[in-house]
């Protein structure tokens, strides 16, 4: 299994520290099914769209991710997890927001 990267943070400009390099993201129902339907990393498209994962490598510095879920359920709801040793849950997503915009930092403190 891979090394985890992300690690969600309380901060206000940041939804997550990261560390640079390659990973995983899956979505998780618990409310019906949930997918990725679209998912963009600092403005350029993320392969894998539609589906339950999504992989891409993270920058040094501030980085956005975009993305769209759908659910098949309309009181869907889920788990964004990373795919990793320890797998970390990093947000609660619900069909009430399926668009987000996640903020990672490399340069967060810790």
Do not use: W
């Amino acid at each position: 299994m891979a090394e985890c990267r992300l690690e969600p943070i309380q901060d206000p400009f940041a939804d997550f520290r990261g560390t640079p390099g390659a990973v995983t993201l899956k979505a998780t129902g618990s409310v019906g099914t949930v997918l990725f339907l679209k998912a963009e990393y600092t403005g350029g498209p993320v392969a894998g769209v539609p589906g339950s994962q999504i992989a891409f490598t993270i920058v040094k510095g501030e980085s956005v991710l975009d993305v769209e879920y759908t659910f098949s359920d309309p009181r869907g709801a889920g788990t964004l997890s990373e795919v990793c040793d320890t797998g970390t849950r990093l947000k609660t997503i619900s069909n009430a927001h399926p668009l987000a915009r996640y903020h990672i930092s490399t340069e967060a403190a810790r």
